[in-house]
């Protein structure tokens, strides 16, 4: 995907506690010159200005031309999820804490926004995983569609047995986890849950799909990367236990035994805005504190 186009209407997503003043302040003075109509989600705007425009969640992701996230990685995720189906590119601005996603600091905000008018950017595409699974403490004829950015995790609820779970790919069984949990992550959640489990680190271009089983207790206990045009079939085996299905670290519903999960890969569900002055390695580099790109502490 290629330039965001002319700004008319910008969008910020707010982090729910961490201060972001510095960088209101810094997107409504560029505003003001450029012209551009600053909007904030109802529940938010009052800590951005009275110039701000207050929305729900749809006017804000079918209306914005950009969507700014400041805050961290889970800003960002937030903002993300609510823009498939819609054109506006994310620019996310990390407050404080080096995360993986963040593209510029709050001090880099204001020659970001140059760039940008500039046309000295790209916008890349991100991928998400999609299930559907039965509603958390419904029935099993209730069940809810749950899109996820980073990952979606079947994972062991206290006093029950072991995630033990069957792999299909394109319909055919292939492998199967006992675990404490099986994580099914995107090449962007490859660096969160998937990674803490012992899953590989992936450039967040790749249009994929990562599962990686956590604390393995199956014969098998190696992760396994996916094409975004294969379908996986996750199925809860009868000597399981109740696992509770976590969507980006949320619990979105449950899988009893016997349930399948279909996943597939949602190869563009958002865009996000990147500078070229910081890559992925040099982010992952400075957060895990490799040194001489061999070891990390």
Not at 118 to 137: C, D, H, I, L
Not at 195 to 216: C, D, E, N
Not at 226 to 246: K, Q, R
């Amino acid at each position: 995907m290629g330039a965001v186009g002319t700004l008319h209407k910008v969008g910020l997503v707010l982090h729910p506690a961490r201060d972001s003043k510095q960088a209101i302040d810094t997107i409504l003075d560029w505003a003001r010159v450029k012209g551009v109509e600053v909007l904030g989600l109802k529940d938010e705007v009052q800590r951005i200005d009275c110039e701000a425009v207050p929305v729900d969640v749809a006017e804000l992701a079918a209306s914005c031309d950009l969507i700014i996230s400041l805050g961290g990685d889970g800003t960002m995720l937030r903002a993300m999820r609510m823009m498939p189906g819609h054109h506006g590119a994310i620019l996310p601005v990390n407050l404080g804490r080096l995360g993986f996603l963040a593209e510029v600091d709050v001090p880099d905000l204001a020659d970001a926004l140059a760039q940008i008018d500039a046309g000295k950017y790209r916008v890349e595409p991100r991928s998400a995983v999609a299930a559907t699974v039965p509603a958390w403490g419904a029935g099993p004829d209730t069940a809810s569609r749950l899109l996820a950015f980073n990952d979606i995790a079947l994972v062991r609820t206290p006093g029950h047995g072991l995630a033990s779970v069957e792999l299909s790919v394109g319909g055919q069984p292939f492998l199967r986890y006992a675990a404490d949990a099986v994580v099914v992550a995107t090449a962007t959640g490859s660096t969160a849950y998937s990674f803490s489990a012992g899953g590989p680190i992936i450039s967040p271009t790749v249009k994929g799909l990562v599962v990686t089983p956590a604390a393995p207790h199956s014969t098998f206990n190696r992760s396994v990367v996916l094409d975004c045009s294969e379908t996986l079939e996750l199925t809860v085996e009868p000597g399981s236990g109740a696992l509770a299905v976590e969507v980006d670290g949320f619990v979105g519903g449950t899988a009893e035994p016997g349930t399948t999960l279909v996943l597939r890969t949602d190869p563009d569900a958002a865009h996000v805005v990147r500078l070229g002055d910081t890559t992925f390695y040099q982010r992952v580099r400075r957060k895990l504190g490799i040194v001489d790109g061999a070891s990390y502490s």
